[in-house]
């Protein structure tokens, strides 16, 4: 019996000691608040504040409390594109409804030199790519010969779903402007919980205009990957995220709000 304890107290000690150590990627860790489909049902109201998002990476897109713009945040910065396209910094306690970040550190660069749109962009990628399994933070720079994006505006209570808010949203052409896509690329299996494929927003070099990105043409684009193949979910507690239906199927809606 005394043996038999002490084998077990000595494999728990191991456990402690390798095995935890080994399940924690903090740097290369997705962290997400709230889900794509509790936007998509009008729940527009921060439960978190971009100071505590910011404990969790230095790279990332979201959007703010009342659904007022795109966020950016770009090289430890956060950003706020306003429904007029121009990008603000935001302050540590400014809340967030839905966003996710991570710290980004590159496995892999890329350089298309040739003419590419935002369809070529993803295929030319998309081959590279190890796997579609896990999660991919991207970064783009370059020049964009022209590039279109949409920012959407303020919400007011009670708040409209998603797919109507974005039936009038305010789209803008920047032309001849260099800048840095930001985003992610997301397994087609958390449907629901965020946008599966690319989700990507635009911040300029200047950083005086961005936005959610519709289309683009560009050349001379460096790309760089980060593999994140953890995921960290940070779900609100309040009555609106707990009383909300969130069973149904919303893969059209998702598609119909970020095109
Ligand atoms: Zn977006």
């Not at 527009?44 to 230095?58: F, K, L, N, Q």
């Not at 991570?102 to 298309?112: A, I, K, N, R």
Request: glycine share 8%.
């Amino acid at each position: 019996m005394k043996i038999i304890r002490f084998m077990t107290i000595l494999v728990i000690s191991a456990a402690v000691l390798f095995g935890c150590a080994s399940l924690d990627r903090p740097r290369d860790t997705l962290f997400q608040v709230s889900t794509i489909d509790a936007l998509l049902a009008g729940i527009y109201d921060g439960d978190a504040t971009i100071g505590e998002v910011s404990r969790h990476g230095d790279f990332g897109i979201g959007t703010f409390a009342a659904l007022d713009g795109e966020m950016v945040l770009l090289d430890g910065t956060f950003y706020q594109i306003t429904s007029d396209g121009v990008a603000h910094t935001v302050s540590h306690d400014t809340q967030t409804p839905f966003c996710a970040v991570t710290f980004f550190e590159p496995d892999m660069s890329l350089f298309v030199s040739d003419p590419v749109d935002f369809p070529g962009l993803k295929e030319y990628v998309g081959e590279r790519l190890p796997t579609e399994n896990v999660f991919f933070a991207v970064k783009v720079k370059g020049t964009f010969d022209e590039i279109r994006v949409r920012s959407i505006p303020r919400q007011q209570k009670p708040y409209p779903v998603l797919t109507e808010v974005v039936k009038d949203q305010p789209v803008f052409t920047f032309r001849n402007v260099a800048g840095t896509l930001v985003g992610f690329v997301c397994p087609e299996y958390v449907a629901g919980v965020n946008v599966v494929g690319w989700h990507l927003h635009f911040i300029a070099d200047d950083r005086r205009v961005g936005g959610h990105v519709l289309a683009f043409e560009a050349r001379d684009l460096s790309v760089e990957i980060d593999e994140t193949p953890s995921f960290s979910l940070y779900l609100p507690t309040d009555a609106s995220f707990y009383g909300t239906d969130l069973s149904g199927d919303t893969t059209d809606a998702v598609g119909r709000v970020e095109k």
